[in-house]
């Protein structure tokens, strides 16, 4: 009992830090007082993750290897991709597990479409992980005409969903888990501004919007699927210390130095929900194994009838869109 509220309290004290919770001290802190155990075991599991060529993609790979996971890593096509390969190949605690490299670019809804096909020959699929991301110094329009902000972290991953949800209910129970961001606290969802324009353009804005609409889009999921045997997670991991936020975020990456997580901290929950890990609350943001809030500022809350409103028109907007841009 008493180590449970240990635990409980160190919780609640590093949640209200925000960077206690946030940085490497959350993880270590999280790890000791509530006695996680390794990754269930995932032998048999197929599990799929995009954007596994490096950070939280990569380490949550390993990690999923070294459970006895059956992974497919998904990334744009070359050396990257290869060593990615390499060494989750040399992860694998089973050595007949399979482990697979699909190419593509997700920033081209074209070749999201032709990886859903590939993928979905690959059944069953127990988890679908949308991991890849980053962030855009400058404004880039990707194949089709979106911004590639918007192209990467909501319509190839809704694409990629919808094209594989009887996938993923022919092997129920299943997961969807997509990573998002410590920045979505900062942005208050609201449609019309989330694709910039070249003009207003600023890439840690971008993101952070793009990052608030992906926890819109789980919990429109979580309400339109519950009873399909598919749930939905949204993922913050803490901040990591990854490529995509040395190159993206240079001077923060700077300032947090040592506090920053390592990857493989910052993969832990996401693998553990990959893996089956629990009995989580689906629909949520989960950072450190448990779910937290998906408003830390006032400005961005929302009344929870129009929170619903917003989901549905998200869905139907990155439905008209990924159908615009792919015919």
């Given at each position: 009992?008493?180590?449970?509220?240990?635990?409980?309290?160190?919780?609640?004290?590093l949640?209200?830090?925000?960077?206690?919770?946030?940085?490497?001290?959350?993880?270590?802190?999280?790890r000791?007082?509530?006695?996680?155990?390794?990754?269930?075991?995932?032998d048999?599991?197929?599990?799929?993750?995009?954007?596994a060529?490096?950070?939280?993609?990569?380490?949550?790979?390993?990690?999923?290897?070294?459970?006895?996971?059956?992974?497919?890593?998904?990334?744009?096509?070359?050396?990257?991709?290869?060593?990615?390969?390499?060494?989750?190949?040399?992860?694998?605690?089973?050595?007949g597990?399979?482990?697979?490299?699909?190419?593509?670019?997700?920033?081209?809804?074209?070749?999201?479409?032709?990886?859903?096909?590939?993928?979905?020959?690959?059944?069953?699929?127990?988890?679908?992980?949308?991991?890849?991301?980053?962030?855009a110094?400058?404004?880039?329009?990707?194949?089709?005409?979106?911004?590639?902000?918007?192209?990467?972290?909501?319509?190839?991953?809704?694409?990629?969903?919808?094209?594989?949800?009887?996938?993923?209910?022919?092997?129920?129970?299943?997961?969807?888990?997509?990573?998002?961001?410590?920045?979505?606290?900062?942005q208050?969802?609201?449609?019309?501004?989330l694709?910039?324009?070249?003009?207003?353009?600023r890439?840690?804005?971008?993101?952070?919007?793009?990052?608030?609409a992906?926890?819109?889009?789980?919990?429109?999921?979580?309400?339109?699927y519950?009873?399909?045997?598919?749930d939905f997670?949204?993922?913050h991991?803490?901040?990591?210390?990854?490529?995509?936020?040395?190159?993206?975020?240079?001077?923060?990456?700077?300032?947090?130095?040592?506090?920053?997580r390592?990857?493989?901290e910052?993969?832990?929950?996401?693998?553990?929900?990959?893996?089956?890990?629990?009995?989580p609350?689906?629909?949520r943001?989960?950072?450190?194994?448990?779910?937290?809030?998906?408003?830390?500022?006032?400005?961005?809350?929302?009344?929870?009838?129009?929170?619903?409103?917003?989901?549905?028109?998200?869905w139907?907007?990155?439905?008209?869109?990924?159908?615009?841009?792919?015919?």
């Open positions: 009992m008493i180590t449970g509220l240990v635990a409980e309290a160190a919780d609640l004290a949640e209200i830090s925000v960077v206690g919770s946030f940085s490497r001290l959350g993880a270590v802190v999280r000791r007082t509530a006695h996680w155990g390794p990754l269930p075991r995932a048999g599991r197929r599990i799929v993750i995009t954007g060529t490096s950070g939280i993609g990569l380490a949550a790979a390993r990690a999923l290897a070294g459970a006895g996971a059956d992974l497919v890593l998904v990334g744009r096509a070359g050396p990257r991709l290869d060593s990615a390969l390499a060494e989750v190949l040399e992860a694998r605690d089973v050595p597990a399979s482990v697979r490299a699909v190419p593509a670019d997700l920033s081209d809804l074209g070749q999201a479409v032709q990886l859903a096909e590939r993928l979905a020959a690959l059944a069953p699929i127990h988890a679908l992980v949308h991991n890849a991301g980053a962030l110094t400058t404004y880039t329009r990707a194949p089709g005409g979106s911004e590639q902000t918007v192209t990467v972290h909501l319509l190839a991953p809704y694409l990629l969903t919808e094209h594989l949800l009887g996938v993923l209910q022919d092997a129920a129970p299943a997961r969807v888990v997509v990573t998002t961001s410590g920045g979505m606290y900062t208050r969802h609201c449609l019309a501004d694709e910039m324009s070249p003009a207003d353009y890439g840690p804005v971008a993101y952070a919007r793009a990052k608030r992906q926890v819109v889009l789980v919990d429109e999921w979580q309400r339109r519950r009873r399909s045997g598919v997670f949204a993922v991991p803490g901040w990591a210390d990854t490529p995509g936020l040395r190159h993206g975020m240079p001077t923060f990456a700077r300032w947090l130095g040592p506090a920053l390592t990857p493989e910052g993969a832990d929950t996401l693998a553990w929900l990959a893996a089956g890990g629990g009995q609350v689906p629909g943001v989960w950072l450190d194994r448990r779910p937290r809030l998906e408003h830390r500022a006032p400005w961005t809350i929302v009344p929870q009838a129009a929170a619903a409103d917003q989901g549905a028109a998200l139907a907007w990155c439905a008209e869109r990924a159908r615009a841009r792919t015919v």
